[in-house]
């Protein structure tokens, strides 16, 4: 499998809604699915939303759940994440994270072996 990235990141203020992106290299994340993470300043690696082949089921952690929300966009074959009503405590480094087959049901157990490099989300005002 190849390298996997994700784009979108930045400075924000409390409310913004920024869209970060996936996508893979020399594959179709979209076709494989994801998960998305993030790691706050000191504190744990969180996962925080999971999406299926072709984005046919999503779920999200109840720290996100109704402000983040994941898609597929399959005629780019990336992965969005649309987040809405930023809050500082949600001010972190954002994964995406895939494995080297498909996804056909989100669940906790999944072990992801292929990473991003990150992208940073700082919300302040």
């Known amino acids: 499998q190849g390298l996997l990235g994700e784009v979108g990141g930045g400075s924000v203020q409390p409310g913004g809604s920024p869209r970060l992106s996936c996508g893979g290299v020399?594959?179709?994340?979209?076709?494989?699915?994801a998960g998305w993470f993030r790691q706050a300043p000191g504190k744990e690696r969180e996962a925080v939303s999971c999406?299926?082949?072709?984005?046919?089921?999503?779920s999200n952690a109840a720290s996100v759940n109704g402000r983040f929300t994941v898609a597929t966009y399959n005629a780019k074959k990336v992965i969005y994440r649309q987040n809405n009503n930023l809050k500082p405590e949600d001010t972190a480094v954002y994964y995406c994270a895939t494995r080297n087959y498909i996804i056909k049901d989100c669940d906790t157990n999944i072990k992801y072996n292929t990473w991003g490099q990150g992208t940073q989300v700082t919300v302040s005002s």
């Open positions: 999406i299926s082949t072709y984005g046919a089921g999503t």
């Open positions: 020399g594959f179709a994340v979209n076709e494989y699915g």
